[in-house]
């Protein structure tokens, strides 16, 4: 991707290896590495598994409607963002618990019983430890 870059687009390299990218209308810069995802995973509730993911080692059974997705590379501390979707009607699924190493994705019938869903997913935003 560095050679499809213009170079008079980029304003700046920092010692941490982020690209600060200016602007369409060069007033203001973005930081690439604060904006992409740190960590993702979709999950299948049902088999206990990851369907696929990125920066997630494993997922742990908490129980009915409940996963733990746990970290390869651990976030810097435990205020990062996240949103959490799924698959299926009549569902919700939202992070719970987030951690360092880990964060819970629970997935509950609209009326807030905890439920195994075949496909729930989610996306992890913060600093990398």
Known sequence: MASQLKVDTIT?????GSIAVTGEGNSTTTN???????AWAAVDG???SLLDSFNTGSVTDNGTGSHTINYTNV????????QASHKE???????????????RLDSRQDGGTLADI????????????
């Open 89 to 103: 009607n009549q569902y919700n699924a939202a992070f719970n618990s987030p951690a360092t190493g880990s964060v």
């Open 75 to 82: 976030m810097s501390n435990a205020n990062y963002a996240t």
């Open 32 to 38: 690439l590495q604060q904006g992409l995802v740190k």
């Open 118 to 129: 075949a496909n729930k997913s989610g996306t992890i935003n913060g600093d990398l430890a």
């Open 46 to 48: 049902t088999a206990n």
């Open 12 to 16: 700046g390299v920092s010692t941490a």
